[in-house]
């Protein structure tokens, strides 16, 4: 099979290149380079089963001509992160919607099946117990850039679900849950690479918040290996996914595990959110995925640790002389 993988240079899409070229299957990556890096997929340069192409998804002629080429399309390309939400609403509005409608459009010009990545964000501040794809999405005012990227995400999956049931494009959705590992970056504001990078030099970690909120935390070679046990059933055409893992932990036990599996000599330093991203910010209590639906599927589960999730990250950064 071949594959295009928009975003195939992030931290997710260069994951999946990995798996999919471990198994035999080409790729073409196309990715602008925003917040991906070149580093994510230097090892698979040169690979005869490889190619990269930089560009954006933005451009309709080049994702044209990129999906004819291919059997199926993984679509991850998007501008992510709480801190280029906040920051640039405009362009990352335009990139979520505008970049997702080029690569439906193309696809079923080229009638090429696509998995559209989406975000747990679409729950919005929906903090009850654990989420199913059925649940209420809750979120704040579309005036507030904090809820512009589950407002696309939403929009995103919309669009795609209707051009499966209008138009028949084999479509797939996918909702990430908050997703880490090697390659993640903590400069747009994901606190898994930003403590164990902060306990690696014996600085601070900055709790935003009181700390008390929860988050789920699932290692991306879970997630690439419950991303692909989509692709590869025809029982997942036109349904979405949680993709996550269930095991739920406080901010402020995050940071606590990360210094003591570290050893380091950190302190965790509290922050209001005000400080960290600005007036008006709105985040939600809990995060938890039910995953039951993939399970019954797929009979995909997460089976990797919070240890190892923070043991891999450490030994990445490390690796990257940080
Ligand atoms: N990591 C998570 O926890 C998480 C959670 C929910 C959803 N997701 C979704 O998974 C996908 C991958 O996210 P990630 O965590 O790997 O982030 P990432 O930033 O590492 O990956 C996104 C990639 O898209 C590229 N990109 C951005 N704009 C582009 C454009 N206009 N044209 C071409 N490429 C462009 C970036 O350079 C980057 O390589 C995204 O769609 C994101 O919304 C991720």
Redesign the pocket.
Known sequence: MKYLI??G?????SHVADALVGRGDSVLI???????NHHNIEHLIGDPLVSFYS????DPDLVSSLVSEVDHVIH??????VFNIVDKPLESLR?NLH?TENVLEVSLKSKVPVLI?????VYGKNGGGPLDEESDRIVGSPLKSRWSYSEA?AIDESMAYFYYSENGLPVRLVR?????GPR?VGS?GMVVPRFVEAALKGEPLDVYGTGAQSRCFCHVADAVAGLLSVIDSEATIGQVYNIGNNYEVTINELASAVIARLGSSSVISMKSYEDAYGAGFEDMQRRIPDISKIKATTGWAPTRSLETIIDDIAGYLKHAGL
């Open positions: 928009t975003g240079a992030g931290f997710i899409g196309l990715d602008n380079l925003s917040t991906g560009g954006s998804i933005l991850l390309a998007a501008a992510v992160g990139i970049g990545a989406s975000s747990s964000e995400k990430f849950f908050n997703t880490v993640q747009y």
